[in-house]
């Protein structure tokens, strides 16, 4: 039975999984969960990439939506299970390399998911001696000619 920390780390590499499926980086982390699903083995290797890439494409065909929503966790299910799976079954040395590797690609993951955007419409407030106050990236536009 896995301890709690390391059910995060699966949980959070199942994750990476998903929300790298989109993205630029999804070669480099598809390559980089074939070799810790493969161990060394090509033909195992071989067939996590294509089970990646069933993933993928499951996931594109999704769209957008409640049903793309349910699909996407049950794809975050499925790889988090696989990857609980992989680290019982190793020596504990050897699971320790595994979980350095996987957080990893979630790392590489994290880095190469789009950054959410807020757009706030202040188009038909009024300000008088306010103040915004706020952190992240902020574009500001007056609109005093409207």
């Known amino acids: ?20 499926a989109g993205t630029d980086a999804w070669n480099g982390i598809r390559d980089g969960f074939a070799r810790l699903f493969g161990r060394g083995e090509p033909e195992r ?3 996590e990439l294509e089970r990646l890439d069933q993933t993928r494409s499951v996931l594109e065909a999704a769209g957008d939506g409640e049903g793309a929503q349910r699909i996407q966790i049950a794809q975050v299910a499925r790889w988090q299970t696989r990857l609980e799976t992989l680290l019982e079954e190793l020596p504990a040395a050897e699971q320790q390399l595994v979980v350095a590797e996987l ?3 979630v790392a590489q993951a994290e880095a190469a ?4 955007t807020v757009h706030n419409d202040f188009s038909q407030a009024s300000f008088t001696n306010s ?3 706020g952190s992240g990236t902020m574009t500001v536009t ?3 000619d409207k």
């Open 1 to 20: 039975m896995l301890v709690e920390g390391l059910i995060a780390v699966a949980a959070a590499g199942g994750t990476a999984v998903v929300q790298a």
């Open 45 to 47: 290797e071989q067939a």
């Open 103 to 105: 957080q990893a690609l």
């Open 113 to 116: 998911k789009p950054a959410e």
């Open 131 to 133: 103040q915004v106050l």
């Open 142 to 144: 007056n609109n005093y």
